[in-house]
């Protein structure tokens, strides 16, 4: 764009923002709205006089046909400039709040103010869609290049190979809507390109979206899905977000500035300026959150190198594959875990597939589950010898931090659950990553199924009787009334923790049945046993372990002393 037309593009969005969107940013001078920065503001010549007024209003009003009819003649260029000098003959009227010419002064303001931003936003269509993005070079640039180069280096390399996953299906989804390819690259500074990617401030996925700004452009949220991990859907918000942006700052550095800190903080930014106009987002740059004002030199870096990597030292390796998958509507709760087993496909390729899964189980609801190609007639083939998931979600909010000293088991007992609960709801590798000061997340309800190392009690080597949770009911209760164990409970209906919520439907296996899979066993206490860590080893709930060997809560355990543990 010319320096004319970056001139004509902030003019257009400034007469729109500042005296029409952005009226509490005026001044009061002798009873009358003065905006900051206009011209009244600057000495020009006021007019009082009624007579006087109304011829204003009236040439204004020409000003204004006239632009109607080069905007239909396809002159946006002189339809812009009419629709200006309407404006600029608005703007030097100063008569009484209270009197019909101001009613009609005011009135035109807003009709005319609205009408350039529409002129311009057709211009900028009609001339080259939503145009390029100028690809600068300034200090501010070269520091973010300078960082890539550097410190960021892994970074930048193993999120370019990482949007081989994803961006050919962004480019498609830009140009369908007609915007700069170049956007495609805006996951990279965002996320890495990881779709579930969780910054600070609680934004998430590939996009970077915050709650309010997702469930404002469409995205799902509920205790299943959170839709800002989609990478289909994400994208299509992120596009149609970026369009919003564009169409109201008319320049895209000001838009990527917006997406970043929102666009009511760049709109009070500008209100602040002492000039009618600004060029573009370098104007804006020293008065923007830090993270903002390097957020756009860092873009603008990003494509900087992806055009030319070797005049800054880049070697780029190949990009990953992009995804490929079919679909399978699936009408109960799976955990991705079990489907991924049916399947032969690894649990972690079966989460990306499916990264909008919270607790990587399906839905109540029909949902369309992504697996490899060629996998639908082979899911299909087991799907209904799979064990439902019958767990609640994860009620959060509880979070623990850790402290110095403390394991991961030592937090479980604490909170009287599993290890394995805790690191399913963190998503933890192993029990050796805890560090002081890390935050995990507590589920009070269950995260998952237990899949443990030798075979389950399943729903099809067990006569199952359906049972719905009532209030005051235990697991222990339940077991006893049905006369069966809380462990075969558990594994019938995939449960971590022994915690139940009013109206849970359980699956409960017959005694007559169960004692074909479970049986007791001797044990004889080590040194360093608890009941606690008794009961984990041998995947029962400590309740169940204690009440099998007539303990009582926090009695003590002495080592040669024998005890009764379950065993499949």
């Known amino acids: 764009m010319t320096a004319f037309q970056n001139q004509r593009t902030v003019r257009a969005v400034l007469f729109f923002l500042v005296f029409f969107l952005l009226p509490a940013c005026s001044i009061k001078t002798g009873g009358s709205p003065r905006i900051a920065g206009s011209p009244r503001c600057k000495g020009a010549a006021v007019v009082q006089d009624s007579k006087e007024a109304q011829n204003r209003i009236d040439a204004a009003m020409g000003f204004y046909q006239a632009s109607i009819e080069f ?47 529409e002129v311009y936003a057709s211009r900028v269509r009609v001339v080259n869609g939503y145009q390029a993005i100028p690809l600068v070079m300034n200090e501010h640039i070269e520091r973010q290049i300078k960082s890539f180069q550097g410190r960021e280096r892994d970074f930048f390399i193993s999120s370019y190979v990482r949007s081989g996953r994803y961006r050919a299906a962004i480019l498609e989804a830009l140009k369908e809507e007609g915007l700069p390819p170049e956007l495609s690259w805006l996951p990279l500074i965002e996320s890495g390109f990881k779709v579930r990617a969780l910054s600070p401030a609680r934004a998430l996925g590939m996009w970077q979206f915050i709650p309010s700004t997702g469930y404002k452009f469409g995205l799902q949220r509920n205790a299943w899905i959170d839709e800002r991990m989609d990478p289909e859907k994400s994208t299509l918000a992120a596009i149609a977000y970026l369009k919003e942006l564009h169409s109201l700052f008319g320049d895209w550095t000001t838009a990527l500035a917006a997406y970043n800190c929102g666009e009511g903080r760049v709109l ?75 399947i032969g496909y690894s649990l972690d390729d079966t989460r990306l597939l499916n990264p909008e899964l919270r607790d990587d189980v399906t839905p109540p609801e029909p949902y369309g589950l ?43 007992g604490k909170y009287r659950m599993s290890a394995a609960a805790i690191m399913a709801a963190n998503n933890l590798k192993n029990a050796n990553v805890l560090r002081v000061g890390m935050r995990l997340k507590i589920p009070s309800g269950t995260t998952g199924p237990r899949v443990p190392e030798r075979s389950v ?104 002393q024998t005890l009764q543990v379950m065993v499949q």
């Open 71 to 117: 905007w239909e003649q396809g002159e946006l260029e002189r339809a812009i400039e009419t629709l200006d000098r309407a404006y600029a003959l608005i703007l030097d009227i100063e008569t009484d709040p209270d009197s019909d010419i101001y009613q009609q002064r005011e009135d035109l303001r807003v009709t005319v103010a609205r009408r350039i931003v």
């Open 370 to 412: 992504k697996v490899p190609p060629g996998m639908v007639e082979t899911l299909l083939a087991k799907l209904n010898d799979m064990p439902v998931y019958a767990a609640v979600p994860v009620e959060r909010g509880i979070e623990h931090q850790v402290r110095k000293g403390e394991t991961l088991s030592g937090i479980a």
């Open 457 to 560: 009690v399943t729903a099809k080597s067990l006569q199952l009787e359906e049972y719905v949770v009532r209030k005051g009911d235990s697991l222990w209760q339940i077991a006893n009334r049905a006369n069966t164990t809380t462990k075969a409970i558990q594994s019938v209906n995939n449960l971590i923790t022994s915690r139940l919520s009013v109206g849970q439907v359980l699956r409960i296996p017959r005694a007559d049945t169960l004692a074909q899979n479970t049986k007791t066993t001797k044990y004889q206490v080590k040194k360093g046993d608890t009941p606690y860590i008794i009961a984990e080893r041998y995947k029962m709930n400590l309740a169940e372990f204690l009440g099998i060997n007539n303990l009582t809560s926090g009695c003590t355990i002495f080592p040669g």
């Open 268 to 342: 009070r930014t500008i209100s602040t300026q002492k000039v009618q106009y600004l060029d573009d987002f370098w104007d804006l740059y020293m008065r923007l959150p830090r993270e903002t004002a390097a957020y756009v030199p860092r873009f603008l870096a990003v494509l900087h190198i992806i055009n030319d990597p070797a005049k800054y030292g880049f070697e780029l390796p190949p990009v990953a594959e992009p995804e490929t998958y079919e679909r399978l509507t699936i009408n109960r709760q799976l955990h991705l875990r079990t489907i991924a087993a049916n």
